[in-house]
């Protein structure tokens, strides 16, 4: 049986995106587990070989199931706010309820034969609070080895998802949002359904609170939800653009686009697959930090790219138009 959320109406006007650098980081520690999930990220892998290596993540493997099986919601939990820090989550990842820690560890546990009678499996359920301690000390260590050196990349194309995705909702309103989000997730009749995942008994049911959207570069090709009570109900699925974030050679424009732009300018607007900064543009495309600059000042004047600022960096990515131009010569090239 697929997995059905039934939406009421107090769900359907509370649906919401959050980015969560906690989620991020197991979603990250699962894909390590799981060979399906690492197609698009070999380079990263390789890149962080030793750093794993240097990373003693066996507590933190005892409730990562390799294949399949449950892993604890309080290990990454939905947020309550939109956009939290990873100091906020990593506090309230510590303050969990010692007896939810339990419950949620022994079920995890349960699901590899043996593994909850094993010494350690017991020692996790013996001491629940100090259990839970020790898995936000490791986690906070792989955030920052693993996570924190990329996460405004990170976060710039989950930003851009949320963006792309909340103007397909304005447009054509909820319908085209969850009937996009994951090929295996439909959405008929008030009901978001997931195929080929397994229905979970004591998952957790929209309630009024809404279903949390949070997109992932790590969970490709999975969709993730099943959260059960107390957790909102919760849909993680593979952020658009993700495939592309450590892959790189940037696309080369069409022969249309660039007589219409300019070669370089053409080349910028077409390697813009996810947000980057001018730094980040010039050192793809062999260009002078000058040069780039000036050609993204007449392309968001255009209305083919628009900026933020994300700490120390200005980052510039697509519009809808500008997304629409690139497609459409790449169609025409490819016919």
Do not use: K
Not at 45 to 68: C, E, K, N, Q, Y
Not at 155 to 179: Q, T
Not at 182 to 199: C, F, I, K, M, S
Not at 294 to 300: A, D, I, Y
């Amino acid at each position: 049986m697929p997995l059905a959320l039934h939406l009421g109406t107090d769900d359907l006007t509370r649906c919401r995106f959050a980015i969560s650098p906690l989620c991020q980081t197991h979603e990250a520690l699962r894909m390590l587990r799981r060979p399906a999930r690492h197609g698009y990220h070999q380079g990263w892998l390789r890149r962080m070989r030793r750093t794993v290596a240097g990373l003693d993540l066996a507590p933190l493997w005892l409730f990562i199931p390799p294949v399949g099986g449950y892993t604890p919601d309080f290990l990454g939990p939905p947020p309550q706010e939109p956009y939290p820090s990873i100091e906020d989550e990593l506090a309230r990842m510590r303050a969990t309820d010692p007896d939810l820690a339990h419950a949620e560890m022994a079920r995890s546990l349960d699901c590899t034969p043996g593994l909850a009678e094993s010494p350690q499996g017991r020692a996790a359920l013996d001491d629940p609070a100090g259990t839970v301690r020790r898995l936000a000390d490791l986690t906070e260590r792989a955030w920052y080895a693993l996570l924190a050196p990329d996460w405004p990349r990170h976060r710039a194309v989950l930003e851009a998802d949320i963006a792309h995705r909340s103007r397909g909702a304005a447009d054509g309103g909820l319908d085209v949002l969850l009937a996009g989000l994951h090929p295996a997730v439909n959405w008929a009749g008030h009901t978001l359904t997931l195929r080929e995942y397994g229905d979970v008994p004591d998952a957790q049911r929209p309630d009024g609170r809404g279903v949390l959207l949070m997109p992932s570069v790590f969970v490709w090709p999975d969709v993730v939800s099943g959260f059960a009570r107390p957790w909102q109900p919760t849909l993680i699925y593979p952020a658009r653009g993700m495939g592309r974030l450590h892959t790189a050679p940037a696309p080369r424009p069409a022969q249309a686009l660039a007589r219409l732009l300019g070669h370089q300018r053409a080349a910028v607007l077409a390697g813009l697959t996810t947000p980057s900064s001018t730094t980040d543009l010039a050192r793809r495309h062999g260009l002078a930090p000058s040069t780039v600059s000036s050609h993204l000042s007449v392309l968001r004047e255009a209305g083919l790219l628009e900026s933020r600022r994300q700490g120390h960096y200005v980052l510039y990515g697509r519009t809808a138009l500008g997304d629409a131009l690139v497609d459409g010569d790449v169609r025409r090239a490819a016919g």
